[in-house]
């Protein structure tokens, strides 16, 4: 028993170090227009991105994307759900989602402005999920 519990502490630690690893990597990847310039946030099953928007404008926004491998159904809606929620909310203090869509490997996306005022961007760079 206890074999197996140190068996899934090791494994639950490889799976940390290599979505980690991940997220180094996809520093400098272009999604859509955007171009990934650090990892600022994660969560459940969500990353947060500063990035850059490189047209039709050029602007830092936060990048929100679903981990690898967590894209079920479920999680998809869950996330959709929370992307248009945000998209509805008019408050000074809650970021405006700027744009939305899915990664060449079929991962969806949404971004908002990065703006230090919105409390909200700290709110979704610290719970990404």
Do not use: W
């Not at 008019?90 to 405006?96: G, S, T």
């Not at 989602?97 to 079929?106: C, K, V």
């Amino acid at each position: 028993m206890r074999a197996e519990s140190q068996d899934l502490e090791h494994s639950a630690f490889a799976q940390d170090v290599a979505e980690s690893d991940s997220g180094r990597q996809d520093i400098g990847r272009i999604i859509g227009h955007y171009k990934l310039l650090e990892r600022i946030g994660e969560g459940g099953f969500g990353v947060v991105y500063m990035a850059e928007q490189q047209t039709p404008v050029v602007r830092k926004v936060a990048l929100k994307i679903i981990k690898r491998g967590m894209d079920s159904k479920q999680v998809v809606a869950r996330f959709e759900a929370e992307r248009q929620a945000l998209a509805l909310m008019d408050h000074p203090h809650i970021a405006k989602i700027l744009d939305a869509g899915t990664t060449d490997d079929g991962l969806p996306f949404f971004c908002h402005g990065s703006d230090s005022r919105n409390a909200h961007h700290q709110n979704i760079a610290t719970s990404a999920d």
